[in-house]
Nanobody, 126 residues
Framework: QVQLVESGGGLVQAGGSLRLSCAAS????????MGWFRQAPGKEREFVAA????????VYADSVKGRFTISRDNAKNTVYLQMNSLKAEDTAVYYC???????????????????WGQGTQVTVSS
């Protein structure tokens, strides 16, 4: 079993930055692809970014390309999401996810991820 705990959310003005962190339990973190999804009020949960177990394969949603950066530190069992140039439409609950399949493929579909965190709120004021 893997537990994911997000932190770093909060309130920020448009144009500002936040860094989300996700700490994972378990000895096999380094074998998991990790990612972030988000859900805004009244909207479907959507893919944001994901990174393969080695860090060699990274995928972003078009809406965040050039503004968000996903990274991981396998020694610390932690994945990060650096969010710059934030917009009001980035307001959402952000969820950390883990794919327990040991594969270099990075998934963008919700159903491909085995573990989900509780989420952290990000609010961007315009």
């Amino acid at each position: 079993q893997v537990q994911l705990v997000e932190s770093g959310g909060g309130l920020v003005q448009a144009g500002g930055s936040l860094r989300l962190s996700c700490a994972a339990s378990g000895r096999t973190f380094s074998r998991y692809a990790m990612g972030w999804f988000r859900q805004a009020p009244g909207k479907e949960r959507e893919f944001v970014a994901a990174i393969s177990w080695s860090g060699g394969n990274i995928v972003y949603a078009d809406s965040v390309k050039g503004r968000f950066t996903i990274s991981r530190d396998n020694a610390k069992n932690t994945v990060y999401l650096q969010m710059n140039s934030l917009k009001a439409e980035d307001t959402a609950v952000y969820y950390c996810v883990a794919d327990a399949t040991f594969t270099p493929v990075v998934a963008t579909e919700r159903g491909e991820y085995d573990y989900w965190g509780q989420g952290t709120q990000v609010t961007v004021s315009s």
